[in-house]
């Protein structure tokens, strides 16, 4: 608690000297409220308000079981203190997404087959404190300073992350690796297996997996040209930072974000299924991949490290999964609580042949939707996935909305990507970015005009 409200202290102190120099400068300042709140989500400020007692104390899935009053909610509250809008509850039909996580929700929620509904009601709050939070920023805010604000974060943050990035691994200061997250340096050294930059994440995969969505923000803006030479200067530092966090999944990823968002860009108004896709998209894809696995410098990370031992770990994983989707195949056990569920089970119970699989969330988020929500959620996941895609790639064939629909771009590769490998992309430090990536691409959508 003394690392968050320090690390709360050095951001706020951070964000009002920004405020002062800006203000001096005779400059626009609005944007650095949202920027502070955006800013926070990576660092999980939160202050738990309870903690419900179960058998897995670690948590019962992806967020924990803690229920948190969390930044955004107070920052609500300071936005409905200075304007407080008739439709604050209401949805329009670019919320439609809202309203099936909600139905999820109530589902679970009632789920016999829920062993830890406090766990889900934890869920249910953060997942309202940010909703709350985006529409009345949404509200409150332009789309131009909704973009500063993350554009602005963003740079914070990816600054901070290559800098301690370079202390670790490169500079071997292992201390860094225990500032922001406890446990870090644990999961830095892969448990001794191999190292890997974490930045103010927990595992080499969420600095990864944040890297590579601010990887195609910047791209989106550089390409648009929006603040093109800083971007570019970011690009870099970025791409080192991926780099250096020594994770195959990061390495993948990124190449992929690169060649769909460069190849949307140019080809928005061509169809999806074409032969430019196969020529032009794809084949210099699967290239590009082929050398960094077997001929790049980067190849000894695929090939002489623990993988197997890694693919494994998974498989047995992905197996347990697949077996409480065969329990419960409609409506899952409930969100956030497949952990839980597997530790009560003594079917699952007597699968569990090591602490990994007990203690950890399955490391396949496309499962873990299947398992907790069942084939409701996981079809609604599909659409979501598909739609959002669909989306985007219209609204930047009509010149509209172009940094967030390009970023929303990079969203769904990587958590595809990640999704198949890891559960970072359900954790309370990135859930977030895709509810803010999700809510304003929808928002400024040529479709909800």
């Known amino acids: 608690m003394i690392q968050k409200i320090l690390t709360f202290s050095i951001l706020l102190g951070i964000y009002f000297s920004w405020y002062l120099i800006l203000l001096n400068k005779g400059k626009d300042t609005k944007h650095l409220f949202l920027s502070f ?57 670019n919320e439609k997404w809202i309203a099936c996580i909600y139905l999820l929700i109530l589902v679970s929620m009632f789920n016999p087959n829920n062993y830890a509904i406090l766990a889900t009601a934890g ?30 974060s963003f740079s914070l943050l ?24 406890s446990g870090g340096e644990e999961w830095a050294t892969r448990n001794d297996t191999r190292s890997g930059a974490i930045g103010i994440f927990v595992t080499p995969a969420n600095l990864g997996l944040f890297s590579n969505i601010a990887f195609g923000f910047f791209l989106s803006t550089y390409l648009t040209g929006l603040k093109k030479k800083l971007s570019l200067v970011l690009i870099i530092l970025i791409s080192i930072t991926i780099f250096l966090t020594y994770s195959r999944t990061s390495y993948i990823t990124v190449v992929l974000i690169f060649c769909a968002i460069i190849y949307i860009y140019k080809y928005s108004k061509k169809t999806l299924i074409s032969l430019n896709l ?60 497949h952990l839980e569920y597997i530790n009560q089970t003594a079917e699952l119970n007597n699968k569990i042949h090591n602490e990994f699989l007990s203690t950890n969330p399955i490391h396949n988020i496309h499962l873990i939707i299947l398992a907790e929500t069942g084939l409701i959620g996981f079809l609604l996941w599909i659409i979501y996935l598909v739609s959002s895609f669909m989306k985007a790639k219209f609204n930047i064939a009509n010149h509209n909305n172009l940094v967030l629909s390009l970023t929303q771009i990079s969203l769904i590769v990587s958590f595809i990507i990640f999704g198949f490998t890891d559960w970072a992309p359900l954790s309370p430090s990135i859930f977030p970015l895709f509810i803010l990536f999700t809510y304003f691409n929808n928002k400024y959508s040529y479709h909800s005009k």
């Not at 104390?57 to 300071?78: C, D, H, Q, R, Y």
């Not at 009345?136 to 993350?150: E, F, G």
Request: charged share 10%.
């Open 37 to 93: 709140v955006i800013t926070t989500i990576p660092f999980q400020m939160s202050i738990p308000v309870f903690t419900p007692i179960y058998e897995t104390m670690s948590g019962t899935g992806t967020f924990t079981s803690k229920i948190f009053l969390m930044i955004p909610l107070v920052s609500s509250a300071i936005l409905l203190w200075t304007k407080r809008p008739n439709n604050l509850f209401s949805f329009d039909k």
């Open 123 to 152: 869920f249910a709050v953060l997942f309202t404190s940010y909703i709350l939070f985006f529409k009345l920023t949404y509200i409150n805010y332009s789309p131009y300073l909704i973009i500063n604000a993350i554009f602005a």
């Open 158 to 181: 990816c600054l901070v992350q290559f800098a301690l990035s370079i202390l670790y691994p490169l500079l071997e200061v292992s201390i860094v690796t225990t500032i922001f997250q």
């Open 278 to 337: 196969i020529f032009i998209g794809i084949i210099p894809a699967i290239l590009i991949l082929y050398w960094v696995i077997f001929y790049s410098p980067l190849s000894e990370t695929f090939l002489n490290t623990n993988a197997d031992q890694m693919y494994q770990a998974r498989l047995d994983h992905w197996l347990i999964g697949l077996e409480i989707f065969k329990i419960s195949p409609i409506v899952g056990v409930g969100i956030n609580t």
